[in-house]
């Protein structure tokens, strides 16, 4: 009998957002996937990543990556303009900074985007198989 597990992962500290790098390194991530929501401070990221958590690392899911509270966004080497551009994510570290955080999400061909805010909250949740 198939098992079916969705993960829901959130994070509020190092150990946590290290946990959901660790399940997100190596999703592919559409250009046109990649959300700020200014007014709401939210900053989205739909992948499709390999369930390597559950040792199903030949099973693909669609997750979105969810980040909370962020006041600023710095993204470099996006294309804007090719929004079917496909990114591979590496990682997720940050950097705190006085009472702020500098999230860093790292992916293929030097692209980097860098998420401002003064809370650490992060979530990782799977939508559907593919």
Do not use: W
Request: hydrophobic share 40%; with cysteine.
């Amino acid at each position: 009998m198939d098992k079916k597990y969705l993960a829901k992962i959130i994070a509020t500290d190092n150990e946590g957002l290290q946990m959901i790098s660790a399940c997100s390194s190596g999703a592919k991530v559409v250009v046109s996937n990649i959300k700020y929501l200014a007014s709401n401070k939210v900053f989205l990221l739909s992948i499709e990543r390999t369930k390597t958590e559950t040792g199903q690392g030949d099973k693909n899911i669609s997750s979105i990556l969810r980040f909370d509270f962020i006041s600023k966004v710095v993204s470099k080497n996006i294309d804007q303009s090719k929004p079917k551009t496909i990114l591979e994510l590496l990682a997720i570290d940050y950097l705190k900074n006085n009472n702020d955080y500098e999230i860093n999400l790292f992916f293929n061909n030097n692209v980097h985007i860098v998420l401002s805010s003064d809370t650490l909250e992060c979530r990782l949740e799977d939508q559907l198989d593919l």
